[in-house]
């Protein structure tokens, strides 16, 4: 079992920067592959970016290729969503999720453990 715990959410200008984090309990954590996921209102909830269990393997969403950056430290149970350059689309809450797979699936039903999201607004 894979507890997770995010923050880092708030509210950012347009063009501003957030830095997520998702902090995960139990001593399996570098077993998993780890996502972040967003959900706006009134949508279904999308993958933003996976990363795999070494950190050596990352995928992103089209839309957010070259502005946002999943990492992860096995060493303190951590993975982190670097946002840049922000824009209102961007606003949803978001969850990190872990997949007792090793390597990632990349759709949000792959996954196993969910935090409780952090929210993510974005003004114009």
């Known amino acids: 079992q894979v507890q997770l715990v995010e923050s880092g959410g708030g509210l950012v200008q347009a063009g501003g920067s957030l830095r997520l984090s998702c902090a995960a309990s139990?001593?399996?954590?570098?077993?998993?592959?780890m996502g972040w996921f967003r959900q706006a209102s009134g949508n279904e909830r999308e993958t933003v970016a996976t990363?795999?269990?070494?950190?050596?393997?990352?995928k992103y969403a089209d839309s957010v290729k070259g502005l946002f950056t999943i990492s992860r430290d096995n060493a303190n149970y951590t993975v982190y969503l670097q946002m840049n350059s922000l824009k209102p689309a961007d606003a949803a809450v978001y969850y990190c999720a872990a997949d007792k797979d090793a390597l990632g699936g990349w759709w949000a039903p792959e996954y196993d453990y969910w935090g409780q999201g952090t929210q993510v607004t974005v003004s114009s």
């Open positions: 139990g001593r399996t954590f570098s077993h998993h592959a």
């Open positions: 990363i795999s269990w070494s950190g050596g393997s990352t």
